[in-house]
């Protein structure tokens, strides 16, 4: 079955980085989108950024534009979201998910299989 296992989450000091990845299984990694989400306590879950099956394309939401990069390795079946200049307002917990066939965005709605999650906490 569709497998997605989140890693690398931490607590940080504004202004540092870290790097989560995403190990896919299950399914052939290199035919889907996959995405990063974040949920903060009491918001909504939000798009961060998507990258295409052949990691051709990539689309960002417009507060992490220029800070966060996602990438992936199909070989490896891995995703990963390199995060930099963190801000407080960061801080949530992340999920990688795999986007429906053919279809790819920032909208949750465009996915179908989503991980359990990795906390993200960043301190002012």
């Known amino acids: 079955q569709v497998q997605l296992v989140e890693s690398g989450g931490d607590s940080v000091q504004a202004g540092g980085s870290l790097r989560l990845s995403c190990a896919a299984s299950?399914?052939?990694?290199?035919?889907?989108?996959l995405g990063w989400f974040r949920q903060a306590p009491g918001k909504e879950r939000e798009g961060v950024a998507v990258i295409s099956a052949q990691g051709s394309w990539t689309d960002y939401a417009d507060s992490v534009q220029g800070r966060f990069t996602i990438s992936r390795e199909n070989a490896r079946g891995m995703l990963y979201l390199h995060m930099n200049d963190l801000k407080p307002e960061d801080t949530a917990m992340y999920y990688c998910a795999r986007a429906r066939r053919y279809l790819g965005s920032l909208r949750a709605s465009d996915y179908d299989y989503w991980g359990q999650g990795t906390q993200v906490t960043v301190s002012s």
């Open positions: 299950g399914y052939t990694v290199p035919d889907y989108y």
